[in-house]
């Protein structure tokens, strides 16, 4: 089960920091990421993280130097921070899971507003 928290509507150029816990049947974790879907649009991928010790993380350049993904102190979460945030940013973002067979886990979204 997955479950994300801290979409907000907020004005361009402001801040937004998304959770997403993961929780009940044990499963190997392999990556956890963020995914976003505006409509009419295709689900993309805004960030991830490996599940490692160097927890490396990859990110479009559509949000390269403005979001950030890292570890939450609680186990099996993760946090987006993102900052600088642009009308164009106005999607549901998804957290994912991908465990270690590759078979991927969905929250059920969150929604991002940003207004010009």
């Known amino acids: 089960h997955l479950e994300e928290s801290g979409g907000d509507l907020v004005q361009a150029g402001g801040s937004l920091k998304l959770s997403c816990v993961a929780s009940?049947?044990?499963?190997?974790?392999?990556?956890m990421g963020w995914f976003r879907q505006a409509p009419g649009r295709e689900r993309e991928l805004v960030a991830v993280?490996?599940?490692?010790?160097?927890?490396?993380?990859y990110y479009p350049n559509s949000v390269k130097g403005r979001f950030t993904m890292s570890r939450g102190n609680r186990e099996n979460t993760v946090i987006l921070q993102m900052n600088s945030l642009r009308p164009e940013d106005t999607a549901v973002y998804y957290c994912?899971?991908?465990?270690?067979?590759?078979?991927?886990?969905w929250g059920q979204g969150t929604q991002v507003t940003v207004s010009s």
């Open positions: 009940g049947d044990t499963i190997c974790i392999s990556t």
């Open positions: 993280l490996h599940n490692s010790p160097s927890a490396a993380t």
């Open positions: 994912n899971v991908k465990d270690t067979t590759y078979t991927n886990f």
